[in-house]
């Protein structure tokens, strides 16, 4: 699962007003190789939750994204570099995300998050 | 005869043999293979009982009381076909219009881009592919739109399969997969640009409850098509034979009751969607989508053949001969409800989310 899927899941148990954005359990990242594409970066920047993107990476072991973008940054090629590793290129294979407000665990296996309910949190 | 003529005879059928079951087996060439037949998520020695448990609960489509349930059985009835419909139909679990000249991939391809073209979406735009199967659909709408498509799927076997597929296809960075109800997304509201289902909220027993999710994960302003499986004006409630072909479709295909035509749009503007268009994509000059099915009986017979030597042999689980069989049976039913016209699966309604939307 990358973080750009990451950044557009939420919990949605019941009864829970602020489920966005789930806490990642990292126990197996890898990291896979993806074209740079500077058009899709820019398209993706502003539907991206930055914040949660920033924190998403280091726990995931990357830490070189700033915590603020100014507008500018967009056209440094370095940065656009640093943005798509960390949206694209790393992976959780094994671990978990968790539910900012009850702790419930969303199991993440082979890079797969099954995010089905159980019958009592519907 | 001499050994010459002998050992040529035997040549020439043991290649026409694996001609016929092996090149004009699968569906699709490198595609799943019929030694690879599983029973999806649930392990070979449950999958008898998997599938008498299946074909119990939806004995009465219509009324089934355990509607919480229904989810289950879906998930369930996925484990076991998701493989025979990737050796025998391909990648992408629905129907298409026949085109004329063109063959069934390619008919398919352009229903699939026909979708996403409703739905007016730019390249790198976010939208969400509701009920996703192992992604056919998918693939084709992410390469022809350059969108980047999330698919949700309730089968855990499904998002395996689909993530294989994207990989091989190249289409990794474009299309992601999520295992999850449709009833219950795991997205925040008003996070996608466009959203499409082909043939999949079917399996919901509310529409209503499906659309008001997508209503909620979709942006305002954004547009939603869904190819829904219906009951046409040609259908009569009371007619015992009409009834006996909807009851059929419903049983072999995990529906809690197929709605009438027009019961879709009522549901969406329940929920909060202006609909904008309407159409039944079977009604002529269309082709008909049910040839494909028919032409699939000597198929059948040697898919049959093929099934039951594998299953005696314990290569495929026991339980398959009952599954594939439920399917042919099922696929006789779905024909003579586009035949006699009373059943389409292709009931497009194209909805859009208000600009200034209150949730319902």
Known sequence: MRLLTHNMLSSNIKGVTNGFPLRIEAEKVVEKQVDLNIDFLKNMFPKIEWKALVSASRTMGYAELPEEVEPSKLDSEEFLRKFHHALLELHLEEGALVCPETGRRFPVSKGIPNMLLHEDEV | ?360
């Not at chain 2, 509607?67 to 998930?75: G, I, L, R, T, Y």
């Not at chain 2, 439920?326 to 009931?347: K, V």
């Open chain 2, 1 to 360: 005869m001499d050994s010459l003529t002998l050992f040529c005879t035997g040549a020439l059928l043991a290649g026409g043999l694996y001609w016929f079951v092996c090149v004009l087996g699968p569906a699709e060439r490198q595609g799943k293979r019929a030694s690879d037949l599983s029973g999806g998520s649930i392990s070979a020695e449950k999958v008898q009982d998997s599938y008498n448990q299946y074909w119990s609960f939806f004995r009465r489509p219509k009324q089934i009381e355990a509607s919480e349930k229904v989810p289950d059985f879906v998930d369930t009835f996925y484990n076991l076909v998701t493989d025979i419909y990737e050796w025998g139909w391909g990648q992408s679990f629905h129907f298409s219009p026949s085109v004329a000249g063109k063959s069934h991939k390619d008919a398919t391809r352009l229903h699939e881009e026909m979708a996403v073209d409703l739905i007016d979406v730019n390249p790198g735009s976010r939208i969400l592919d509701v009920g996703c199967g192992v992604g056919g659909p998918m693939r084709a709408i992410a390469s022809h739109s350059r969108a980047n498509v999330v698919g949700i799927t309730i089968n855990e076997y499904q998002v395996k399969r689909a993530r294989l597929h994207n990989k091989k296809a190249g289409l990794d960075s474009l299309c992601e997969v999520v295992c999850g109800n449709f009833l219950e997304m795991p997205f925040p509201e008003s996070s996608f640009d466009g959203a499409y289902s082909i043939e999949a909220t079917c399996h919901a027993p509310k529409l209503e409850e499906v659309y008001a999710e997508i209503f909620r994960v979709l942006k305002p302003g954004a547009l939603y098509v869904s190819y829904e499986w219906v009951t046409t004006d040609k259908y009569n409630g009371d007619d015992a034979e009409h009834k006996e072909v909807i009851q059929g479709i419903e049983r072999g295909d995990a529906l809690p009751g197929l709605r009438s035509h027009v019961d879709i749009a009522e549901a969406a503007k329940k929920v909060g969607f202006e609909v904008v268009k309407e159409k039944d994509l079977a009604k002529p000059p269309s082709e008909p989508w049910w040839t494909r099915l028919k032409m699939g009986r000597i198929a059948y017979w040697r898919n049959h053949i093929l099934v039951t030597v594998l299953s005696f042999l314990g290569i495929a689980p026991k339980g398959t001969v009952d599954v594939h069989e439920m399917l042919f049976i099922t696929a006789d039913y779905l024909t003579r409800g586009g035949e006699t016209g009373i059943f389409t699966p292709m009931h497009m309604i194209l909805c859009r989310k208000p600009e200034t939307a209150k949730s319902s």
